[in-house]
């Protein structure tokens, strides 16, 4: 918990006072900053755990995807290891461990706005630099990128259908509280022709921020040569529905209620972002469940080799694979996308 808390909900309220409401992105952007800018936010004792918080499987898996990919790209050199959005730096730790053993050390690049994280990663990840976006990242040599969890964080935009038409859905204040509205109409150009006729009250999302992070990517890995992994959860198709939501001490809360006090996220549309990849001039693969794709690389062996060494941490290993593999828990909702710049091969896991 921050020590000021409530000090966004006092600046929004002021902010929305004085001009008017905001827009859902706006304010999922300034609540998001906040947040992460003022904590760590990650493991039992904060508000979620992520894949590569529950097992050093899942970074060593990331990987060693990675090194097989540059490996049969015939081992360039000037390969840097990048990561969007790197948390406390695990997955990046056990996956830089896992490509040394594959004889590949690439420096490291992460792109990460929040001091406290920054951090964190520092104390894990000696020599590390930080980007506050893409566009500082080097820009010769491939990119081998991981992105977890990144995606889901960054502002989407509420659109809602009305009887006289799609408007923007807006932040205002009533009565003191945060309440979400309809606002002003939006051309139905906007609108994808699947959700175009869609009945009075329902919401669609879409992410420009996603989308322009994903462009400049793409944009990166064709000029540069690498690939990219992008695993989040969301949906594979364009598709309606609000799935804004607030998770404080690992529950869902109110995403109205306390900006800037819980992690607002939603699911990722993996078909917008396959296309503005695919603009950019890359190949996009998957997306794949996040279960299967582990699986082919060979978590069960992982697992087993694992418990083999150390007996004692067997059944803890064993359920961690599952967390992050069973359809009822991570393994489906969680997806995998891959980019791949011309030239580069498939990575493992998208057969
Ligand atoms: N990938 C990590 C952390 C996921 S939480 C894991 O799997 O454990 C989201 C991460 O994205 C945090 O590190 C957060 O600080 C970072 N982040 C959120 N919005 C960002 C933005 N706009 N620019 C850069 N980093 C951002």
Known sequence: MSPDRGALADRLKRLI????PIGVAEYMALANAYYYGSRDPLGRSGDFTTAPE?????????GLCL???????GRPEKAHYVELGPGRGTLAADALRAMRAAGLEPPVELVETSPVLKRAQ?????????????ATLPDRGPLLVV????????????LVATPDGWRERLVAVEEDRFVAK??????SAAIPGAVRAAPPGTILETSPAASAVVRLLAH????????????DYGHGRTSSGETLQAVKRHGFADPWAEPGECDLTVHVDFEALAQAAASAGVRVLGPVAQGRWLESLGIGQRTAAIAAAVPARAAEVEKARDRLTSPGQMGSLF???ALAAPGWPDPAGFE
């Open 335 to 337: 997806k995998v996308v």
């Open 147 to 158: 992105a977890n969890e990144f995606f889901d964080a960054l502002p989407a935009r509420q």
């Open 220 to 231: 990166r890995l064709a000029a540069q040569g690498g690939v990219a992994l992008v695993i």
């Open 17 to 20: 006072a004085v001009q008017g």
């Open 122 to 134: 520092a104390e894990r990840l000696a020599g590390a630099r930080w980007h506050e976006d893409l």
């Open 182 to 187: 309809a606002g002003p109409r939006v051309s």
């Open 54 to 62: 529950i097992s050093q499987m899942f970074g060593e898996l990331a």
């Open 67 to 73: 090194a097989d990919a540059w490996d049969r790209a």
